[in-house]
């Protein structure tokens, strides 16, 4: 199972929006409504921010959304503060029941 | 509060065997699926498998089969990951995470560093 294709990075600077994608094929991203993103400051635990693709856990602010059209899921960030400084990854379900992640996007805030 | 706690970091010689721990509270066990993750150093994060608590069952990633065993321990909410045959490719943060509805991953343990050195 290949990794899940996200750019290398994005940035952008306070206040502003960006969108991350992540392309897959029909077997996961595609084909199921299992795709998840996750913020990983180094050093911490990875933090869930979007599941089955477009709905936030309690407690995650609406800045983040999530979206899929085909078989790319994007993670838009809105109002761009410092701390959302970080990596960020897609993960999907796979059709052998196998899960998958994107290979991870550097967000630098400028 | 829902916590998972692992194991503490250890140093495997090449060839041996790493067996990380993962311990729930606050919620039950049998309900939720737990996956493992590892980061190796300065590398994104690799799925590595599941286990279903409540049955035993598991799926793991092709990378790893035949490597790799999860289990449980109902009586102590315990699962655990083996890995067999390690290198130094190996070396690497793994973490357990439980997800609900099987593959949402809301909570997860805090990591522990597994290094493989001679």
């Given at each position: 199972q290949s990794a899940l294709t996200q750019p290398a990075s994005v940035s952008g600077s306070p206040g502003q929006s960006i969108s991350i994608s992540c392309t897959g094929t029909s077997s996961d991203v595609g084909g199921y409504n299992y795709v998840s993103w996750f913020q990983h400051h180094p050093g911490k635990v990875p933090k869930l921010l979007?599941?089955?693709?477009?709905h936030r856990p309690s407690?995650?602010?609406?800045?983040f959304s999530g979206s899929k059209s085909g078989n790319t899921a994007s993670l838009t960030i809105s109002?761009?503060?410092?701390?959302?400084?970080a990596d960020y990854y897609c993960f999907s379900y796979t059709s052998s029941r196998l899960g998958v992640f994107g290979g991870g996007t550097k967000l630098t805030v400028l | 509060q829902v916590q998972l706690v692992q194991s503490r970091a250890e140093v495997k010689k090449p060839g041996a065997s790493m067996k990380v721990s993962c311990k729930a509270s606050g919620y039950t066990f049998t309900d939720y699926y737990i996956h493992w993750v590892r980061q190796a150093p300065g590398q994104g994060l690799e799925w590595m498998g599941w286990i279903n608590?409540?049955?035993?069952g598991t799926n793991y990633a092709q990378k790893f089969q035949g490597r790799v065993t999860m289990t449980r321990d109902t009586s102590i909410n315990t699962t655990y990951m083996e890995l067999s045959r390690l290198t130094s490719d190996d070396t690497a943060v793994y973490f357990c995470a439980r997800a609900f509805s099987a593959w949402n991953c809301d909570s997860w343990g805090q990591g522990s560093l597994v290094s493989v050195s001679s």
């Open positions: 979007i599941y089955e693709v477009r407690g995650i602010s609406n800045r109002g761009l503060q410092a701390d959302d400084e | 608590p409540k049955s035993g």
